[in-house]
């Protein structure tokens, strides 16, 4: 059993940076690949970003690849994306979840997902 917990959003202007982060419980936790996904209201949710278990593989987005950075650190059972130049269009409500792949990630099919974080992005 894993419990993801997500923190770090809020209110930023376009251009400005925020680090989300997925603080987990479980002792399993270093053997799970993570994502992070997003939901924006009246869209349905998208892979944003995801990192296998040990951290050598990564993946993301086509438009947030130059921007964004996912990152995790085994010790503190947590992962955090780094998000740099924000755009208003980044704006949503973001979420981890905690698979047994990045594939199984990807395809929103990881078993464990946090409650979610909003992220808002004036103009």
Do not use: H
């Amino acid at each position: 059993q894993v419990t993801l917990v997500e923190s770090g959003g809020g209110l930023v202007q376009a251009g400005g940076s925020l680090r989300l982060s997925c603080a987990a419980s479980g002792r399993t936790f270093s053997t799970y690949a993570i994502g992070w996904f997003r939901q924006a209201p009246g869209k349905e949710r998208e892979f944003v970003a995801a990192i296998n278990w040990s951290g050598r593989s990564t993946s993301y987005l086509d438009s947030v690849k130059d921007r964004f950075t996912i990152s995790r650190d085994t010790a503190k059972n947590t992962v955090y994306l780094q998000m740099n130049s924000l755009k208003p269009e980044d704006t949503a409500v973001y979420y981890c979840n905690a698979g047994a792949s990045t594939s199984t990630v990807r395809n929103m099919a990881a078993p464990y997902w946090g409650q979610g974080t909003q992220v808002t992005v004036s103009s």
